[in-house]
């Protein structure tokens, strides 16, 4: 008798990518170690050429992750010990330690609850005369609001940076995220919508004065080989890499497509679901689904669940920003942002990548439904 398999179902699947740009990838790695200019070369060059024209901004500048295109980014437009940057509590730590790189105070916002974005209601209340900047983050893959963010930071002289770590392709009223505030910052970590094969990261602004300072910073604050006029770091985009995403930028739009017929699927499925409440959709922008996070009572539990069916769930993230104990001398408490607090603690991100199949959401929801129901 023929025992009946049990379903494995990461949280995210990059084999099948690799395959679709493996021949052309595989030649261009050639080509590239023939030249052998693996640092600043060729493939930076083209592929920061191809990035600047995805996102529609003058200029796109390769570093090394896209922690340090928001530090990076943050240097760039002057920020420094004794200012402070407005930043939603409810992100990726990176965001946060950005900021503190510089020297500078993250000052955590609550986020909107159907959106998971910043809420725009509580950013002017958050502004002292220290704020240099805002950086609103495009959790999920989905722009926050950006037109009430850039208004603000108008009235009161504020950069915007946007951590657009993971929104590759994703719009805000038909313009792709990135490119609305001063500088974009891009991440290619691996399992982002567009990502490297180790680390890397993008910043992306329309200011050629502002890019020239970043060259800088990016690469020992060079002016010519052994002149150096600034600190600057080292901090670029492999080679190897850029050739890499390069190929893969030609796929995002395809890949992103699929993203969000997976997410329609989920949504389908899910649409009734006693006690699960799904992710909203802005009607200002594109969503590219680089997590599909739904909400359910005894989270934990229901990530056990579909761990023990098979299922690899995940939480992002299970803890604000401002209880998490690196930012205890902050003196945020519990309760300050419950709207990021209850989020956080319901939260369920469902598996979701381009070549998830049908069946796999099929089934994803079937557990899923299980658990909640008996929950
Ligand atoms: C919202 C956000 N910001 C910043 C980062 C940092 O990017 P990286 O891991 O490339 O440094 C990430 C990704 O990890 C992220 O999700």
Known sequence: MIKAQTMKIPFTDLKPQFKEIKVAANRAFGELVKRGDYILGRDVREFECSFAGFIGTKYALGVNSGTDALF????????????????????????????????????????????????????????????????????????????????IAKKHGLKVIEDAAQAHGAEYHGKKVGCIGDIGAFSFYPTKNLGAFGDGGMLVTNDEKLFEKLKKLRDYGRKTRYEHVSLGYNSRLDSVQALFLGQKLKKLDEWNKRRILAAKLYRKLLCGAENIILPEEASYGKHVYHIFAVRVKNRDAVLEGLKKAGVNAAVHYPIALHLQEVYRDLGYKTGDFPVAEKISHDVLCLPIYPHIKESDIKYVVKILKGLVKNG
Request: no cysteine; net charge neutral; aromatic share 8%.
């Open 72 to 151: 990076l980014g943050l240097l760039g437009l002057g920020i420094g010990p004794k200012d402070e940057v407005i930043v939603p509590t409810y992100t990726y730590i990176a965001s946060a330690f950005a900021i503190t790189y510089t020297g500078a105070t993250p000052v955590f916002v609550d986020i909107d609850e159907k959106t998971f974005n910043i809420d725009i209601s509580k950013i002017e209340k958050a502004i002292t005369s220290k704020t240099k900047a805002i950086m609103p983050v495009h959790l999920y893959g989905q722009s926050a609001d950006m037109r009430p963010i850039l208004r």
